[in-house]
């Protein structure tokens, strides 16, 4: 919401600085998003009046013009504009003005002429983005007044209104805040209350549920036409565009109270207004443009013959004020607020009127905002109010009324406050004491503040004004234990900088993905659009999806890691999981290297190996990829790494590889836990043996490495294969068989091994393969 500095001090004499203003609104809890300042506050810009016009002798582009600045001596300027006449009034900066950009005015020559001043545009003040010319002023504007009296300075503050304050939505309640926070006095808008006067032949309520209370105002002899200066540029302060003195003047109540009202063209209405709901499939045409196809939930105003508003969201097309109006029938009324809410959503049409009622207006504030708009309407347009308001239905009586206890907000807070110390900033809001001790208080809260019904709710106003900073800080207990959360939490993290120090960045992709054309996926039953229709059932889609847009934008290697949760229909789960992908060159290309080696399926096993110690792999068949294998962490399948198929990398725009991996997060968490130690360095060193080996074809060498770390010899430390050697012709070897070379590496943290030591345990190793697996050992 826009906030009109000159505005707001009609309701509470702020003399603060805007600083201070924002630091105020800041601490009672109303964000400032923006602060701008309007209008033209320049000293030296006056208003001027062109006497003569005539060609520049040496520029066929500019022009010499005599104008009078109400000194009595008309000074000569030169000028490059067009679209002037002689008589035109325009703002003139005089010699010493400085424009924006510190543009310094002053007597110079230009083309040989002197210019003793500048005619302004009014992009040039400040008061346009893009101005084409002169700005032209109105005729009646007098000669020689300052350019700051015509265009006033103010400034406007945006603030984030929070959803439980609907008070705030209006110039009053932040003006009321304000002084709150400062001290200084509030003063509503003064008006003169109308009787009221039960009148079934024009107004009527036929759903008491959504409408409790409406009335009208019929307002005979009205001249619509435009709106003053003052009032126009308040609207366009609040970002709202000026139609017409009757319409900008329920707009500007609406601004200043926070009670949406709505004018009828009384000559357009047909037998009385009636509260009802709408027939399935009624049209209305809206002040939108558009036409809605009503359902029968939607409440409406309406005539004896049609629809001719949306209750609480927007006037119709047919039944508006326009020039030719001449009496009108002014609304306001009290509509529920989940009614209006389901409306605006269900028909996709949202409003300032909308916006109010949805967040629920103040009961105490329908009439009087009815009030104060007849007032402003007979000022600005003429015309003769009805003596009595008619009125439907009864307004809610929405007050009550809050017990506070002296010593538990003492002891809430922390703060030796004194009982009147607790009760000054309550009676600031507007609330009234209405009995109480020194023990307690009862308060009676305004209807405006519906978000105060507990005694919590009163504390909190307190220190709110008292001053949270106040409150020291101390430590009263000692730290909790670390929660099965934290320890999650803690290892998520730990496994995330891990990633980061292999050259993995951190990838959000969205859960919602446009519907898979197979696999196990669910649907939203109200999905955003096509794109955003299925919870994701895996995260590789969305990774691979990141690859292509970094590829895109020029990056050689691109390596990705996400945590997130993934969904599955079949078993009705979600589960967080770890998404890696990558390609491109493992390091980037130097002068020594001809070519750079490509990210390959074996570097990311070797990822997963760091961060799952443990961690087995073995062939399967996954639809995502040309060539994967199963994750196998203890005795369960974890996840699959793989590497896509040439097509679908190619369809990513890589050049090489492209591999990927998805594993169940807490089996990764599981595998690493408690892993981390120290390793000194090795005092002795250490003795390698290579063994040559013919095996089955369909052999995989981490079954060997399964049984040689299965058997438990102490003196092993690692196992390697640096070889391995295939025929498919069958002259060398036989086409079922493969010859695999790996080496054996030994050491013993307390002495040099000896040769024999070494031998016999290579052939205890030797002989547990032979009898386990039938490998045939070269010699």
Not at 270 to 283: K, L, Q, T
Not at 567 to 582: Q, R
Not at 695 to 711: D, H, K
Not at 751 to 768: I, M, P, S, W, Y
Request: charged letters at 25%.
């Amino acid at each position: 919401m826009k906030i009109s500095l000159s505005w707001l001090k009609e309701f509470v004499p702020y003399a603060g600085t805007t600083q201070e203003l924002d630091a105020v609104l800041t601490r009672a809890g109303l964000e400032v998003a923006s602060l701008e300042t309007h209008g033209a506050d320049f000293p030296n810009v006056v208003v001027g009046q062109i006497l003569e016009s005539n060609p520049h002798p040496n520029a066929d582009r500019l022009s010499v013009t005599r104008v009078d600045d109400g000194s009595k001596h008309p000074r000569q300027i030169v000028c490059g504009a067009k679209n002037y006449q002689v008589g035109d009034k325009v703002p003139v900066a005089l010699p010493g003005a400085v424009l924006p950009g510190d543009f310094k005015i002053k007597v110079g020559k230009l083309r040989g002429v002197e210019s003793e001043g500048m005619l302004c545009s009014a992009k040039e003040l400040r008061l346009a983005d893009d101005a084409d010319g002169l700005l032209i002023l109105p005729s009646a504007t007098k000669v020689g007044a300052p350019i700051s009296e015509i265009f006033p300075p103010d400034t406007v503050l945006e603030v984030e209104i929070t959803s439980n304050r609907p008070d705030w939505l209006s110039l009053t309640g932040i003006a009321r805040e304000v002084a709150a926070n400062s001290g200084e006095a509030f003063a509503e808008p003064s008006v003169e209350p109308a009787p009221t006067r039960e009148n079934a032949a024009l107004a009527r309520i036929e759903d008491p549920v959504g409408c409790p209370f409406y009335s009208v105002r019929w307002i005979r002899g009205v001249t619509v036409g435009p709106s003053p200066e003052w009032l126009a540029r308040r609207l366009e302060a609040a970002g709202l565009r000026p139609i017409n003195n009757v319409v900008d003047v329920t707009n500007y109540v609406m601004l200043e109270l926070g009670q949406p009202l709505h004018a009828f063209d009384a000559a357009k209405v047909a037998g009385g207004i009636v509260v009802r709901r709408a027939s399935e499939g009624e049209i209305l045409p809206a002040l939108d443009g558009r036409e809605y196809a009503l359902r029968s939930t939607d409440l409406v105003i309406a005539d004896s013959a049609r629809p001719l508003a949306l209750a609480g969201v927007m006037g119709g097309e047919g039944s508006g004020v326009t020039g030719e109006t001449t009496e009108i029938l002014l609304e306001s009324a009290y509509f529920d607020a989940p009614g209006v809410r389901a409306t605006a959503r269900g028909l996709n049409l949202h409003s300032d009127s909308s916006y109010r009622f949805e967040r629920g207006v103040n009961p105490a504030g329908v009439l009087a905002a009815s009030n104060r708009a007849a007032q402003l309407i007979v000022e600005i347009a003429g015309g003769t109010p009805d003596e009595a308001i008619a009125t439907a239905g009864a307004l809610p009586q929405l007050e009550w009324s809050v017990a506070l206890r002296y010593a538990t907000c003492r002891a809430l807070l922390g703060l030796a406050l004194e009982n009147r110390e607790i009760d000054a900033p309550l009676a600031k809001l507007g609330l009234d004491k209405v009995g109480g001790d020194a023990e307690s208080a009862m308060w009676r809260v305004p209807a405006f503040r519906g978000d105060l019904t507990r005694e919590v709710d009163l504390i909190e106003e307190v220190i709110r004004l008292v001053g949270i900073e106040r409150i020291s800080g101390r430590v009263s207990g000692g730290p909790a234990h670390a929660s099965a959360a934290d320890v999650s939490y803690d290892a998520a993290m730990d496994l995330r900088r891990a990633l980061v120090g292999m050259g993995f960045s951190e990838a959000r992709t969205s859960t919602l993905v446009a519907r898979p054309a197979r696999g196990d996926f669910l649907v939203l039953r109200n999905p955003l659009g096509d794109e955003q229709c299925a919870l994701r059932s895996s995260l590789i889609g969305g990774l691979s999806a990141a690859v292509r847009r970094n590829l895109n934008l020029g990056a050689a290697t691109v390596r990705l890691f996400e945590l997130g949760r993934v969904f599955a229909s079949a078993a009705e789960e979600e589960a967080t999981v770890l998404g890696l992908i990558a390609t491109g060159p493992r390091a980037p290309r130097t002068w020594r290297d001809a070519e750079a080696a490509e990210i390959d399926l074996f570097d990311l096993s070797g990822v997963l190996e760091a961060i799952a110690p443990g961690a087995e792999f073995e062939k399967t068949n996954d639809a995502r990829f040309g060539l994967a294998l199963e994750v196998r962490i203890g005795d369960f399948v974890s996840g699959v790494v793989g590497q896509l198929t040439p097509g679908a990398a190619r369809a990513l725009g890589a050049r090489g590889p492209v591999v990927a991996a998805e594993l169940r997060l807490d089996a990764v968490q599981a595998a690493s836990l408690g892993k981390g130690a120290f390793i000194p360095s090795p005092r002795f060193p250490a003795v390698a043996r290579d063994i040559a080996a013919v095996l089955p074809r369909s052999l995989a060498f981490g079954e060997i490495q399964r049984i040689v770390r299965a058997s438990g010899e102490p003196l092993l430390a690692d196992i390697e294969p640096f070889d391995i050697f295939t025929d498919d012709s069958g002259a060398k070897l036989p086409a079922d068989r493969k010859s695999l070379a790996f080496s054996l590496t030994f050491r013993s943290p307390e002495r040099t091994l000896t040769a024999d030591e070494v031998n016999a345990a290579c052939d205890r190793l030797r002989g547990r393969l032979r009898d386990e697996l039938g490998i045939e050992f070269r010699e």
